[in-house]
């Protein structure tokens, strides 16, 4: 780093880069000073004055939010007159608010619940009636705000700016009718929307979504990576009782910073979908035991002459799942091997999050096959130049573009499927795997980052992580391959891909009940 | 009490070192004495409770009701009520007020239920035996309401907790009614619609207005000084 400033926070010595604010410096010192409009991610306006701190030589209070640090700078946060300033400030932000925590769905993560714990605890001194302001708001596709609850921050407006790039909220009127309405002529409608959800420090703005399904302190979240795009947004997955109820994202600098897009918070509930939770042959359920044996009879007679059976990885599977499969049509011998993915989108593509990719991992199934050795040709090539002797067909994931149902059927093919779509109802064996909410490995960004995901939950029914069903085929034909966790599928990996050498395998992430993590926002 | 007033305490049970001789140790087992361990005497005892409670019931009410006879009471059956047993279920005994009975959900002033689905009983509930389901509703100030409400009265263990919790007073258990015997399990599952059918309107200010807070601060500040 460049150069940096050394201050005292009471009584605290640290040492900060130039430039950091009084916040971010007193945070590092694991203060935390009360604040409602700063945010990181976001340009400092000083708005809230919930962040009153004292500088010695300095006459009045000043925001730490917007307070750059100087060398030698004393501040106090605990001395009565900042405190009192906080306190009283806290005071004002609740003159008008309604208190709906009972129906409010940022009640348990909320900021201004926290704080008022924190500062105050104290009965209202408020006997005029409230200020009254309009509730349920509809502003867009995604986002319902409640005015009342507004404590007029402006983060949300920052975000639209910042993040989306377009401005779609603006405050109105004055005094304690202050309101935020959508700017003229517009909606809050833009493909980072609901980003503003996440940075609203009260539950003004909520999420047509996830609105009045589950309290915040019931969910647990799990770290995981979005598998919308090819960009691998850093998220938290929200669960309880098996299923996922939100995706929020999770700070990497290197990735998404604080942010994600709104498509890939909505993945989560295809994720639900048509799932594949008994393994099937000819489309009728069968257990494990017969679908697997059918799959070995049905490839034996091809993989006496292995160039005739070929093998599909899946640019929407994990690093893990690939490698296992790709190591397979290595030992079988297999004479082709396609990457399947869903095709580009490039009305995405916006220099933001977004990008024309749709699939998580094509940066890994390429490096690996490459490492492999394997000549792997795009899916899409598949249906104009069917090979002359292809007969059977193990295909990984539900999308295989290039094929309809019906030159499917010509084939034998064995599916390895999280949900009976794409191929998986045309095959002859189909067996369940885990989708990406429920699988422990990790997938490559298009940046080449190898990022890790954790299982939230367990798979539905039968299935269970695609890499273990390719060592059940494995076994079942005949080749060994003795993993039994992904950690051991990830350290041969990284011992075979090159650029890989040097990743770890990170421990596992328990979940984290969010009734022991504070508020978010 | 010093440590070393400690050692000079004797051990009234469990064993006692005698000797000790490298890794051996003779030890002596004080045992308590059968006397104290058959409780015979005290079953006899207890026996004798029963039989004195047993013939005060039957002949006190039976004596006081002779005298009463012989100073020129008329006489009737009411020395019986004296008995201490009721002949349920033809009577039965008044409960205490704050009896907890079978679980109802009040309904606000116009009629519509006054849960808002806040699921604060649900995460306070120890038997986690209420589920709840939360809709949003077409009131414009109160926007979540309950699509579904259940309470498995047969997992409840009574506690009361759920009423605390409730910060619009939905949820009483003031019926005074017991959890009803059924035959199916599944029938002891009160629904959104049994419990509302129980219920009764409650007057309590939704929305939460607090007591005028001079009079709290006048009475926490003792020089009266409401101005801090
Ligand atoms: S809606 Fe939320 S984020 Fe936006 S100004 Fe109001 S309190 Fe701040
Ligand atoms: S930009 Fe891509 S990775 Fe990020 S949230 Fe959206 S879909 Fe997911
Ligand atoms: S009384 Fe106790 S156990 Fe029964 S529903 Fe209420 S909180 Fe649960
Ligand atoms: S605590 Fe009261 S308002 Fe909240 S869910 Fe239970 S009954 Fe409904
Ligand atoms: S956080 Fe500093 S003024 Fe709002």
Same mark, same amino acid.
């Given at each position: 780093m460049s150069e940096t400033v050394t201050l005292t926070i009471d009584g605290q010595s640290v040492t900060v880069p130039k430039g950091t604010n009084v916040l971010e410096a007193a945070r590092?010192?694991?203060?935390?000073?009360?604040?409602?409009?700063?945010?990181?991610?976001?340009?400092?306006?000083?708005?809230?004055?919930?962040?009153?701190?004292?500088?010695?030589?300095?006459?009045?209070?000043?925001?730490?939010?917007?307070?750059?640090?100087?060398?030698?700078? $004393? $501040?106090?946060?605990?001395?009565?007159?900042?405190?009192?300033?906080?306190?009283?400030?806290?005071?004002?932000?609740? $003159?008008?608010?309604?208190?709906?925590?009972?129906?409010?769905?940022?009640?348990?993560e909320c900021t201004l619940q926290r704080l008022y714990f924190d500062h105050d605890n104290a009965d209202s001194r408020v006997d005029t009636p409230k200020v009254h302001k309009d509730k349920a708001v509809d502003l867009g596709p995604h986002i319902v705000l409640d005015q009342e609850r507004c404590i007029l921050c402006s983060r949300c407006i920052r975000t639209c700016d910042e993040v989306a790039g377009q401005h779609q909220l603006e405050f109105a009127f004055r005094g304690d009718h202050e309101e935020l309405t959508t700017a003229p002529g517009e909606q809050l409608d833009n493909p980072y929307s609901l980003n503003t959800v996440d940075v609203c420090p009260v539950g003004a703005l909520t999420s047509k979504d996830f609105r009045f399904t589950m309290r915040a302190w019931e969910l647990e979240a799990t770290p995981s990576v979005c598998n919308g795009c090819a960009?691998?947004?850093?998220?938290?997955?929200?669960?309880?009782?098996?299923?996922?109820?939100?995706?929020?994202?999770?700070?990497?600098?290197?990735?998404?910073?604080?942010?994600?897009?709104?498509?890939?918070?909505?993945?989560?509930?295809?994720?639900?979908?048509?799932?594949?939770?008994?393994?099937?042959v000819d489309g009728l359920p069968a257990g494990w035991d017969r679908a697997l044996a059918s799959a070995a009879k049905r490839l034996g007679v091809f993989l006496k002459d292995a160039s005739q059976v070929g093998v599909v990885l899946s640019a929407l599977h994990t690093n893990e799942d690939n490698f296992a499969l790709a190591s397979l049509a290595k030992a079988w011998g297999a004479g082709h091997v396609y990457i399947a993915g869903k095709p580009p989108v490039p009305a995405r593509a916006d220099g933001r999050l977004r990008v024309a990719d749709v699939n998580p991992n094509t940066a890994g199934v390429k490096a690996i096959a490459e490492a492999l050795g394997l000549s792997a040709t795009p899916a899409f090539e598949l249906g104009t130049t069917l090979p002359a002797n292809l007969r059977a067909l193990v295909v990984l994931g539900d999308v295989l573009p290039g094929l309809d149902a019906g030159k499917l059927r010509e084939l034998e093919v064995i599916s390895i499927a999280a949900h009976e779509r794409g191929p998986v109802p045309s095959a002859r064996v189909a067996l369940p795997a885990a989708d990406w909410l429920e699988v422990s490995g990790t997938i490559t960004n298009a940046q080449g980052l190898v990022q890790r995901m954790h299982a939230a939950f367990g798979p539905p029914g039968q299935a269970i992580p695609a890499w273990e069903a390719v060592v059940r085929l494995a076994h079942a034909t005949g080749v060994k391959l003795a993993w039994t966790h992904p950690r051991e599928v990830f350290k041969d990996m990284t011992a075979a891909v090159a650029p890989w050498k040097e990743l770890v395998w990170a421990r596992e992430a328990r979940p984290l009940a969010l009734r022991f993590a504070g508020s978010r926002g | 009490m010093s440590a070393a007033h400690h050692e000079e305490e004797t051990v009234t049970e469990g064993p006692k070192v005698l000797a000790t001789r490298g890794r051996v140790r003779t030890v002596q087992v004080v045992r308590p004495n059968p006397h104290d361990t058959s409780f015979l005497a005290a079953t006899a005892t207890g026996l004798g409770i029963t039989l004195k409670h047993f013939a005060r019931n039957l002949f006190l009410p039976l004596r006081s009701a002779k005298s009463r006879a012989k100073a020129g009471a008329p006489v009737d059956e009411s020395w019986k009520n004296e008995i201490e047993t009721v002949q349920y279920p033809d009577e039965k005994v008044t409960y205490p007020e704050r009896f907890r009975g079978l679980h109802r959900l009040t309904l606000r002033e116009d009629g519509a239920v006054r849960?808002?689905?806040? %699921?604060?009983?649900?995460?306070?509930?120890?038997?986690?035996?209420?589920?709840? /389901?939360?809709?949003?509703?077409?009131?414009?100030?109160?926007?979540?309401?309950?699509?579904?409400?259940?309470?498995?009265?047969?997992?409840? /263990?009574?506690?009361?907790?759920?009423?605390?919790?409730?910060?619009? @007073?939905?949820?009483? %258990?003031?019926?005074?009614?017991?959890?009803?015997?059924?035959?199916?399990?599944?029938?002891?599952?009160?629904?959104?619609?049994?419990?509302? #059918?129980? #219920?009764?309107?409650?007057?309590?200010?939704?929305?939460?207005?607090?007591?005028?807070?001079?009079?709290?601060?006048?009475?926490?500040?003792?020089?009266? @000084?409401?101005?801090?």
């Open positions: 590092t010192l694991g203060l935390d000073i009360s604040a409602f409009c700063y945010h990181p991610g976001l340009p400092v306006v000083a708005q809230c004055r919930q962040c009153l701190v004292s500088i010695e030589k300095n006459p009045k209070l000043q925001p730490s939010c917007q307070q750059v640090v100087g060398d030698g700078m $004393v $501040v106090h946060t605990t001395d009565p007159a900042s405190t009192l300033a906080r306190k009283q400030q806290l005071e004002f932000t609740l $003159v008008n608010h309604p208190i709906d925590c009972p129906i409010c769905d940022k009640a348990g960009t691998g947004c850093n998220v938290e997955i929200h669960h309880k009782n098996g299923r996922a109820w939100r995706l929020v994202p999770r700070h990497n600098p290197q990735v998404n910073k604080y942010w994600m897009c709104d498509e890939g918070r909505f993945t989560y509930h295809s994720a639900r979908e048509e799932r594949l939770a008994a393994a099937t | 849960c808002v689905a806040c %699921m604060c009983c649900p995460t306070v509930c120890p038997a986690h035996c209420i589920t709840i /389901v939360p809709e949003e509703s077409n009131s414009k100030s109160i926007e979540k309401r309950p699509a579904i409400f259940e309470i498995d009265e047969l997992r409840c /263990v009574v506690c009361g907790l759920c009423v605390e919790a409730c910060p619009c @007073d939905a949820i009483r %258990m003031d019926t005074g009614v017991h959890a009803h015997p059924v035959e199916d399990r599944a029938d002891a599952i009160e629904n959104r619609e049994s419990l509302l #059918g129980r #219920g009764v309107r409650s007057i309590a200010h939704q929305g939460g207005e607090g007591p005028d807070w001079r009079a709290t601060a006048a009475e926490k500040s003792p020089s009266g @000084d409401v101005n801090r």
